[in-house]
């Protein structure tokens, strides 16, 4: 199936890469779009066999060295996957997404060679799963400062405190765990990461109820009850986890941005082609009227600007420069403006966009979780704010 999107990736990306790209976007319309509506309307998460073709593709292990038995790829790999997939669904994209930008990512860049051998083959073929245990009912985009403490009793350490809007709880073998260590350190040194299995008895996970995003997404809240654990789970170092944590995010980010812009892209085709195809008043296209044609056109530009400048940062990224104010500025910018013309696309096609079968709908929805996710927008202003007016940075909120 053509995308618009497509002519812009020809100048933007090398042709292997774009040969891996048109490969996810054929398996998603063959093996996730024919089912969408059914899981969607059954509430029923993203099925196992969904999720073992992604790892038989290699979808999970994009970003993992070869020596571990991933693809040895980057964060423009995962990017373009996202782009592939959460053209039809942010719920598939985020799966092997989160996998390796939230999971994997945390010891690829702390663990020690321990945990990367006993755990990164398995997560590359996506046998298992980890998630990153950031979000607390206490604590949202203040993740810095974790409720969930961990504290030393001789030689162990017991974890106490609950996480929350964990993504891919549900397939997890395991949950990174940020925690409070130090309280009373200085800022950026109060905290630690801890590798802490699922299936330890006192570690409780239930599946979050009620939510309306990402609905094939598991999303889940993980409390743990004094939680023992020796310096063997440690990921990176003792009071060092908000490094793991930034060095985490900023990855994600960009992929947000990524999944922001596949929403884009799905509905320029889906607009452009409506418009051409709607007929009305004395029996001519809607697409000959000017504010239709306005919508559409303001999409293609957002879609064409924010594509150029997402992959400017992925290469910034994969060379290890990218700046933490740059990652929040494309998540915030691609997020927002992707939501606003959301909201135009649907005015102009009128009912038949509140269809779950129209497609637009969900994206509308799923687009909220892009806003406030990795950080919420209203968060991530003052942290992307904050270069332009040094002088008072230490006072801005």
């Given amino acids: 199936m053509f995308r618009h999107v497509d002519t812009y990736l020809e100048s933007l990306i090398e042709e292997e890469r774009l040969a891996f790209y048109q490969a996810v976007c054929d398996f998603g319309e063959k093996e996730i779009a024919p089912h969408l509506l059914a899981w969607e309307r059954q509430h029923i998460l993203l099925p196992d066999e969904a999720i073992a073709a992604m790892g038989a593709m290699g979808?999970?292990?994009?970003?993992?060295?070869?020596?571990?038995?991933?693809?040895?790829?980057?964060?423009?790999d995962l990017v373009l996957m996202g782009l592939a997939l959460g053209y039809h669904s942010h719920s598939v994209a985020i799966t092997p997404g989160a996998a390796a930008s939230l999971g994997i990512r945390p010891i690829q860049l702390r663990g020690n060679e321990a945990q990367k051998s006993a755990h990164l083959p398995d997560l590359a073929q996506?046998?298992?799963?980890?998630?990153?245990?950031?979000?607390?009912?206490?604590?949202?985009?203040?993740?810095?400062?974790?409720?969930?403490?961990?504290?030393?009793?001789?030689?162990?350490?017991?974890?106490?405190g609950e996480k929350?809007?964990?993504?891919?709880?549900?397939?997890?073998?395991?949950?990174?765990?940020?925690?409070?260590?130090?309280?009373?350190?200085?800022?950026?040194?109060?905290?630690?990461c801890f590798l802490v299995p699922m299936d330890?008895?006192?570690?409780?996970?239930?599946?979050?109820q009620g939510k309306q995003v990402w609905l094939q997404s598991s999303t889940g809240s993980i409390a743990l009850d004094q939680v023992e654990v020796t310096d063997d789970a440690i990921v990176g170092e003792?009071?060092?986890?908000?490094?793991?944590?930034?060095?985490?995010?900023?990855?994600?980010?960009?992929?947000?941005?990524?999944?922001?812009?596949?929403?884009?892209?799905?509905?320029?085709?889906?607009?452009?082609l409506y418009a051409q195809e709607r007929i009305q008043f004395n029996e001519?296209?809607?697409?000959?009227?000017?504010?239709?044609?306005?919508?559409?056109?303001?999409?293609?530009?957002?879609?064409?600007?924010?594509?150029?400048?997402?992959?400017?940062?992925?290469?910034?990224?994969?060379?290890?420069?990218?700046?933490?104010?740059?990652?929040?500025?494309?998540?915030?910018?691609?997020?927002?403006?992707?939501?606003?013309l959301y909201t135009l696309a649907m005015e102009m096609c009128g009912g038949i966009a509140s269809m779950d079968e129209f497609g637009l709908i969900r994206h509308a929805h799923d687009l909220f979780v892009c806003r406030v996710g990795e950080g919420s927008n209203f968060a991530l202003k003052t942290l992307a704010v904050k270069p332009l007016m040094p002088s008072i940075a230490h006072l801005l909120q």
Avoid at 175 to 186: C, D, L, Q, S, Y
Avoid at 200 to 208: K, L
Avoid at 247 to 254: A, I, M, P, Q
Avoid at 307 to 325: C, D, I, K, P
């Fill in 238 to 272: 003792v009071d060092e986890g908000f490094k793991v944590m930034v060095t985490t995010l900023n990855g994600g980010r960009l992929f947000i941005a990524a999944l922001a812009l596949s929403s884009l892209a799905f509905a320029v085709d889906r607009c452009r």
């Fill in 126 to 160: 996506g046998k298992r799963m980890f998630i990153f245990g950031l979000s607390e009912p206490g604590r949202g985009s203040d993740a810095a400062n974790p409720q969930v403490t961990a504290t030393r009793v001789h030689d162990k350490w017991v974890l106490r």
């Fill in 59 to 76: 979808l999970f292990g994009l970003t993992v060295d070869e020596q571990y038995g991933g693809q040895g790829g980057d964060l423009m």
């Fill in 164 to 192: 929350c809007w964990s993504t891919n709880a549900k397939w997890a073998s395991h949950i990174i765990v940020h925690a409070m260590t130090n309280p009373e350190g200085n800022p950026g040194h109060r905290s630690t």
């Fill in 284 to 340: 001519q296209p809607i697409g000959r009227f000017q504010r239709v044609q306005d919508v559409i056109l303001d999409m293609d530009i957002a879609l064409e600007q924010g594509l150029t400048w997402l992959f400017h940062l992925v290469r910034q990224y994969n060379a290890g420069t990218l700046s933490r104010e740059s990652a929040a500025k494309v998540k915030i910018e691609c997020t927002r403006r992707t939501s606003e």
């Fill in 200 to 208: 330890d008895p006192n570690v409780h996970y239930q599946e979050m």
